[in-house]
């Protein structure tokens, strides 16, 4: 979603509302082949493209590159399953962001959908492998083949993030987890509702 170009990075009008620039997102991803090209970047990818916005970009008369991945919302309550196969036939990896349910901080979290790592299936899994919560939704999430990008700023937890590749979930877990998707964003954007390109109108 593009803004009116200036020093402001969410330009706004007398009234507080947010100015939109005309979004080309065909033209912005030439501009991006362009950068791959230039050696500026070794791979291109998208996020937060809904179905629409990708088969837009994989159907684009000379495309040159197809995204390599899409970065989009991807934890226990929101699991993405139709857009998740949609990326899966087209070679599209997948980059779960918020794979932990979000620091919850009111500004721009949906706090209605509830607290991810309190989830008591994801705690009861977890005792079983002497893991978190967190390493549960971790582990998950890339047994899945969704990456992930859990944000911590303790050096504690930044490391317990790691510690995931020692255990495996059962396919019935995997399925337990699975039944846990609430099909609710935390990361809504609502504030962008009105955008010609706002992503999450759609189905997915
Ligand atoms: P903190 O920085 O204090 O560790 P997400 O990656 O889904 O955006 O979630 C980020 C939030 O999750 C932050 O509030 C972060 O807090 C917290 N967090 C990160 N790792 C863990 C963990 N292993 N256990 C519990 N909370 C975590």
New binding site residues.
């Given amino acids: 979603m593009a803004f009116k170009p200036g020093d402001a990075i969410y330009p706004k009008d007398e009234n507080g509302k947010i100015i939109y620039h005309e979004t080309d997102l065909c033209a912005t991803w030439e501009a991006m082949e362009a950068c791959k090209d230039a050696g500026l970047a070794k791979s291109i990818g998208v996020s937060n493209f809904n179905r629409r916005q990708l088969e837009m970009i994989l159907n684009k008369p000379g495309l040159k590159y197809k995204p390599v991945s899409n970065q989009v919302e991807c934890?226990p309550y929101f699991t993405q399953p139709k857009l998740l196969e949609f990326c899966r036939q087209h070679d599209i990896v997948i980059v779960g962001?918020?794979?932990?349910?979000?620091?919850?901080?009111e500004t721009w979290v949906n706090v209605s959908s509830p607290p991810?790592?309190k989830d008591p299936v994801l705690n009861a899994i977890g005792k079983k492998y002497n893991k978190?919560?967190?390493?549960v939704a971790?582990r998950f999430s890339i047994q899945r083949g969704v990456v992930?990008?859990?944000?911590?700023?303790?050096p504690?937890?930044?490391k317990?993030?790691f510690q995931i590749f020692d255990f495996s979930l059962t396919e019935k877990e995997m399925k337990e987890i699975e039944a846990l998707n609430k099909n609710v964003r935390?990361v809504e954007l609502l504030m962008w509702r009105d955008h010609p390109e706002y992503p999450f109108s759609d189905e997915y």
């Fill in positions: 934890h962001y918020s794979p932990l349910g979000t620091s919850r901080d991810l790592l978190t919560a967190a390493q971790l992930v990008i859990p944000k911590s700023f303790n504690q937890r930044i317990e993030n935390y």
